[in-house]
């Protein structure tokens, strides 16, 4: 399956690795690498993260890291589209907020 990053899941960890970067630099990229290699596994194995409350909707945890990858399957294009990517410390967007993923 082709993975697919949405605007709002790449811009989402733009903002991290950024904030890693202000607070240890050498940790920066090996954070924002972890993350899109975890993203990337999810081509060969899309069910590998686990179904959350919203219909179609699944999330991976990042080994070693408290991030997750919210993404969503079709399987009628062959395709995992990356959602967001979030501290699993943050607080949850409002259902109406664009981010919602």
Avoid: C
């Avoid at 890693?20 to 060969?44: C, F, W, Y």
């Avoid at 179904?51 to 079709?74: F, T, W």
Wanted: positive net charge.
């Amino acid at each position: 399956m082709k993975v697919r990053w949405s605007d709002t899941a790449a811009s989402e960890l733009e903002e991290i690795f950024v904030y890693i970067l202000r607070n240890s630099p050498s940790s920066a990229k090996t954070v924002a690498r972890r993350i899109v290699d975890r993203a990337e596994t999810l081509g060969q194995f899309p069910f590998s993260g686990t179904d959350i409350k919203r219909a179609g909707i699944r999330k991976l945890s990042v080994v070693n890291y408290p991030y997750v990858v919210i993404y969503s399957i079709d399987l009628t294009a062959d395709e995992v589209q990356i959602l967001n990517v979030r501290h699993t410390a943050r607080k949850k967007p409002a259902a109406d907020d664009p981010r919602a993923g």
